[in-house]
T-cell receptor, first 112, second 115 residues
Framework: DAKTTQPPSMDCAEGRAANLPCNHS???????VYWYRQIHSQGPQYIIH???NNETNEMASLIITEDRKSSTLILPHATLRDTAVYYC?????????????FGQGTTLQVKP | DAGVIQSPRHEVTEMGQEVTLRCKPI?????LFWYRQTMMRGLELLIY????????DSGMPEDRFSAKMPNASFSTLKIQPSEPRDSAVYFC?????????????FGPGTRLTVL
């Protein structure tokens, strides 16, 4: 299974962009990159996913390098409510039965 | 939409007792996942079902753990007998084959404490 590497923690000033990096150098050609976050002790929440192209939705943007060995999640205007653990995951398997193998994630602290 | 529903939200039991955790997936979803989260091991996938059939139970720690999905709207995770090292937060998640993102929707979790 493709592994991901993330920094254990990051800080970001409120209102600034938060850029969270992730390395997935062993990713296979048909494996998707997913990002989830977990606020305090709630269940994880889906943010965004991508295969090759950059993606954007109402929550965030995902930038994937051309060789697909790394990606960056961008929260354009971080708020205090974005303080959470962010997980970068390479989904194993296809479709809705694909497995999410969670790593340790990055704890993002948004500061006033 | 009520989201994924888990019960109980908190469970405190004594070592050796049987524990049953319950999950109701989002209506229309056809895949269901059970996870366990601890400080030491993080979030681990225990087992998942597709169309009520167990697909992969390789994450189930040992024979004391069992999971069932008798119908599309209900699943249980049972621990018998429970041990203190089973203390964790157990999450249930569901997803649908009809969503392009295949995102998993997580429930609020059950916090289990085994004394």
């Amino acid at each position: 299974d493709a592994k991901t590497t993330q920094p254990p923690s990051m800080d970001c000033a409120e209102g600034r962009a938060a850029n969270l990096p992730c390395n997935h150098s062993t990713i296979s050609g048909n494996e998707y990159v997913y990002w989830y976050r977990q606020i305090h002790s709630q269940g994880p929440q889906y943010i965004i996913h991508g295969l090759k192209n950059n993606e954007t939705n109402e929550m965030a943007s995902l930038i994937i390098t051309e060789d697909r060995k790394s990606s960056t999640l961008i929260l354009p205007h971080a708020t205090l409510r974005d303080t959470a653990v962010y997980y970068c995951i390479v989904r194993v398997g296809a479709g809705n039965t694909g497995k999410l193998i969670f790593g340790q994630g990055t704890t993002l602290q948004v500061k006033p | 939409d009520a989201g994924v529903i888990q019960s109980p939200r908190h469970e405190v039991t004594e070592m050796g007792q049987e524990v049953t955790l319950r999950c109701k997936p989002i209506s229309g979803h056809n895949s269901l996942f059970w996870y366990r989260q601890t400080m030491m091991r993080g979030l681990e996938l225990l087992i998942y079902f597709n169309n009520n059939v167990p697909i992969d139970d390789s994450g189930m720690p040992e024979d004391r753990f069992s999971a069932k999905m008798p119908n599309a709207s209900f699943s249980t995770l049972k621990i018998q007998p429970s041990e203190p090292r089973d203390s964790a937060v157990y999450f249930c998640a569901s997803t649908s084959q009809w969503t392009s993102s295949h995102e998993q929707f997580f429930g609020p979790g059950t916090r289990l404490t085994v004394l």
